[in-house]
Nanobody, 123 residues
Framework: QVQLVESGGGLVQAGGSLRLSCAAS????????MRWSRHVPAPWSQRDLV?????????TYADSVKRRFTISRDNAKNTVSLQMNSLKPEDTAVYYC???????????????WGQGSQVTVSS
């Protein structure tokens, strides 16, 4: 089995910084593009892709987080991180890492998600 375990997050004042990390473990053969998304629960019920990074390290960002967030990965350790600077109250959400992972002897590909990390930015 494979699992993604997140760490980091928490409460910070506007303008502050937080770092999220996500570690994949299990019978992993390879990990494709790794991503972070964030979910604002009801009544807004909004889920946005925040950032993604390919195996080769090519990163893309949502316009709302460009120049403030940085995604990085360590292929040797099967980890992905999200450094969040200049945080704003509108960044408040539950953040999830996820990735398509090739695993097991049959080399099956499945999308795995982390457990979610609450990020709260106070004004």
């Amino acid at each position: 089995q494979v699992q993604l375990v997140e760490s980091g997050g928490g409460l910070v004042q506007a303008g502050g910084s937080l770092r999220l990390s996500c570690a994949a473990s299990g019978t992993i053969v390879s990990i494709k593009t790794m991503r972070w998304s964030r979910h604002v629960p009801a009544p807004w019920s909004q889920r946005d892709l925040v950032a993604s990074i390919t195996t080769d390290g090519v990163a893309t960002y949502a316009d709302s987080v460009k120049r403030r967030f940085t995604i990085s990965r360590d292929n040797a350790k099967n980890t992905v991180s999200l450094q969040m600077n200049s945080l704003k109250p509108e960044d408040t959400a539950v953040y999830y890492c996820y990735a398509d992972i090739v695993h097991g002897a049959l080399r099956l590909t499945y999308q795995y998600w982390g457990q979610g990390s609450q990020v709260t930015v106070s004004s």
